[in-house]
Every structure is written in C-alpha cells, then in structure tokens.
C-alpha cells in the first residue's frame, strides 16, 4: 500500500514521495503565546499529531518542528495590559500550551524553537531578499516585493487584483505595492526590539516561519501543515519568501486542516462561545476528545458541541469495554496451546488492511475510527463463544494497540473501575444466595453489577458475565 496526501498547491491527492528515503521533515505552526488554547487551536495539533504517529508506524524517521511564536502585537499588547513584560507573558503560555497539549496525550515536537532564538537568522534571511531584490527599506519597515515573485498567490488560489487582506497584512502608502508585506517592523516606543541593518525593529510574522524552518529543517520540507486559515496570508507569504530566497520549492506538500465552528457558530471571544482546553478536559478525557476532533477528515469543517462530544464519550467507552471483554476472557482461558483461530484471524487481518488503506488514503480518521469499531463488535461477539483461542484474543490486542498508537483513542481504565477477581466474588456471593433462595440479595447483586456495567447471563453451564460492549 501507498500513501497518498492531498496537497494543497496542487489541489489534488499526490503519492507521498519524501525528499530522503525513511525520513520526514515536517513543520507544522505552532501558536502564538498569549492566551490559553481552546479547541480550535487544539484541532491541528491532534490531526497533526496523527499524521507524525501515522508516518512513525510507516517506518519513517519523522524530524518534526513546531514553532512558539513569542514576540507578536498580541503578545505586546496582552503583556501591557498585564503589568509584565512580553517575555514573562510568552514564557507563561508556553508552559500552559505544553500543559495542555500534553493533556489530550499529544507528544510534544522533539522541536519546540522560539523566534527569539533566531534573530540573526531572520536578518540573513531579509538581507538575502533584499541583495536579490525582493525586498526594499522604507521608514525602518522592510517590506517583501510581491510583484518580483510571479508565484505569489498560487498556495491559497488568491487573484491578486482582489486581495481581501488578513490579518497581520498591513496596508501602508510606503508599500511600492498594495500586496506586499512586512519583514521587518522598526521599534515603536516601550516595544521589546533587536538592533538590525534597517534599524532597532522586530521581525514580521511570516518571515518567522521560514527563518525557524530552514535553520531545523533546511530548504525544502517534506511537509508543511497548519489550519486553513493560515493558508492566506501566512502561508502564501511564507512560500514567497522561501522560494525567492533559495530557488526551489519550499515544501513539497502543504497540509490544511478545516476550520472548526462551535455549535454552528465560529467560535470568537467577542460572542464568548470560546472553549478552552483546559476546561474541557475537565469534563471529558483526552481519548473522547480526541475522537471528536478526529471524527471528520481533517480537510473538512468540524462542528463541535455537546452531542459530539456525548457520542466521542461513548465510543470510548464501547473500545474500553471490549478490551476490558478480552482481558477477562484471557484471565479465564487456560488453553494456552491452542493455535489462533483462522476464521476470526482472518476477520482481523480484513479489518488491519482497511484501517491502513484509509489512513493511507490522505489520513481518513473517520473511516479509520469505523474499522476500530468493527474490531470491536467482532472482538465482543468472539468473546461471547464458549470456546476462545488466546493467541487470537491477543492478535486483537495487537491490533487495538497499533490503532490507538496512531490514533490515542482507547482510555486506560477508570481508577475505581470493577475488576475482574471483585466481579467473580460478586458473582460467587449471588449463586450462594440463589443456592439459599435469597432472591431479593441476588437481584441486588445483578442490579450493583449492571451498574458498574457488567452484564450477567444464566446459563445452563452455569451463569457468565461480560462487560457493556
């Protein structure tokens, strides 16, 4: 099987070919740090996160960068209002970000650069455009000459003559034209500045990203990923200035995830529908959430609410069960020596090709989350026959397993979950009462079983339970 990534420059699904065999360069932007992140910022960073997982199960050796944007108008602006400096504030929301980020069980990127690193190295970068002549000075701002790269606008399919401007581009009458863009930004009064050719200033946002992934990754990437609303401008302009500078392709493929709106509605802080992680981990675990976000295809618009998020808690809970199912069904088999059974070896085998063919065909979380519940359904109806083979029952495991290391969608077991050896004394204690005709204590066992979601049944063999599937 091949993996196949829809790119967005080309807007088409294109065999995945890395620069260097068995390895991946991928960058992907990270946050700006002045706030805490909610759930919209959190959505690449999960998809992106499967994506690393899935290419790591592939064989590949995945150079994954991430960037902290730490020095920002926002930044600035937040940090006055704060009564600290702007370090102090970006210093704090790295560490809530990490935090967060480590809460829905996202590995951070091996790197983690801040742009304040890397001051020299987006000087150079700018003198380079500028000794080309795809930069010029004027009033301190250094700005990039759109006009001089013929590509500009083909990413994000933008016709140059009606540029809606995003945000961070700035209309200014020192421009030789309305589209280009700031590199460089001379020092306001109170603002935190480097000293540079063009005077005491700070970089621009888009030059940021380019600078940090060259000096990781080199010239070209493999992969270059964020939300679609960073296609235009910031992508746009990053590809710009990247290839002006070098003369070859900036990244071979460029990743977008969809937008996520919140109960139909785009999440803003002025209509206060923001949802912040941390306080929805709170309120549901990491797996769920992480189903949520993984329960559209990554290139389509995610709505999030409250019935995703129920349904995502109780997908979760139907996986836990079934391994709760097999783990039990491994305490109570004793028939070590048997080999695996081939009918169910094959539903297995059936169910591993069409998680990876639709995880290789562009990354298909949602088709890829439907063959792990066919897994489960067959896992549970496996578990129900009076006679299992273990070796089987651990091919399940397996199988589970290499899923949710690609997808981190199975919760570990609650704390103050049933376990096995309490359930058979329960049980136990309800035959002893059924033997002394207290039916009113065996129905109160059953009733206390069922509510720890244990499910018995009385049969001629004598009685069996198994946990809700």
């Known amino acids: 099987m091949s993996l196949y990534i829809y790119n967005t420059l080309t807007r088409e699904k294109e065999l995945f070919k890395p620069i260097r065999s068995g390895e991946v360069s991928m960058y992907v932007c990270g946050p700006t740090v002045y706030d805490y992140i909610h759930i919209g910022n959190a959505l690449p ?208 493929y460029w990743m977008h995830n969809g937008y996520l709106n919140l109960n139909n509605e785009k999440m803003s802080k002025s209509l206060g529908n923001v949802v912040n992680v941390r306080d929805l981990i709170k309120k549901y675990n990491a797996e769920s959430i992480r189903m949520a976000l993984l329960s559209s295809h990554y290139r389509s618009p995610l709505n999030f609410s409250h019935d995703l998020m129920e349904q995502a808690k109780a997908g979760t809970t139907r996986i836990s069960n079934c391994l709760a199912n097999i783990q039990h069904r491994l305490a109570t088999t004793n028939d070590v020596e048997k080999d695996a059974d081939e009918n169910m070896q094959q539903v297995i085998e059936s169910i591993a090709q069409k998680f990876h063919q639709k995880m290789q065909d562009d990354f298909n979380t949602p088709d890829a989350i439907t063959a792990c519940f066919e897994l489960v359904t067959e896992a549970n109806q496996y578990c129900e026959q009076d006679e299992v083979h273990p070796i089987t029952l651990q091919q399940c495991l397996q199988l589970f397993e290499q899923m949710n290391d690609v997808l981190g969608i199975v919760p570990k077991p609650e704390t103050n979950e049933i376990l096995d050896e309490e359930v058979e004394q329960l049980l136990q204690d309800r035959i002893d009462a059924r033997k002394a005709k207290q039916w009113d204590k065996a129905d109160a066992i059953r009733q206390q079983l069922e509510e720890q979601g244990i499910l018995l049944e009385d049969t001629p063999q004598g009685t069996r339970w198994k946990r809700k599937g």
Request: glycine share 8%; with cysteine.
């Open 45 to 252: 960073v999960v998809i992106f996160d499967v994506v690393r997982n899935y290419l790591t199960q592939l064989g590949y050796n995945v150079h994954y960068v991430s960037n902290f944007t730490d020095v920002d108008d926002k930044i600035i602006k937040r940090a006055n209002e704060s009564g600290i400096n702007a370090q102090e504030l970006s210093s704090k929301y790295i560490q809530e970000f990490l935090q967060d980020e480590t809460s829905l069980h996202v590995d951070p990127a091996p790197v983690h650069p801040l742009v304040t690193d890397f001051m020299q190295d987006i000087i150079q970068f700018i003198q380079g455009l500028m000794d080309k002549g795809f930069a010029y000075e004027n009033g301190g701002d250094v700005f990039f000459r759109t006009t001089a790269f013929k590509a500009y606008g083909k990413l994000s399919g933008q016709n140059l003559e009606e540029l809606q401007y995003g945000i961070r581009v700035e209309v200014d009458k020192r421009k030789e034209n309305p589209q280009d863009f700031v590199l460089w930004k001379q020092a306001k009064e109170g603002e935190v500045a480097w000293d540079s050719p063009w005077g005491s200033g700070r970089p621009g946002w888009h030059i940021e990203c380019s600078a940090l992934a060259k000096a990781h990754l080199g010239e070209t990437i493999d992969i270059h990923g964020a939300g679609a609303d960073l296609q235009f401008p910031h992508h746009e302009c990053e590809k710009a200035q990247s290839e002006a500078l070098h003369d070859k392709p900036f990244a071979n």
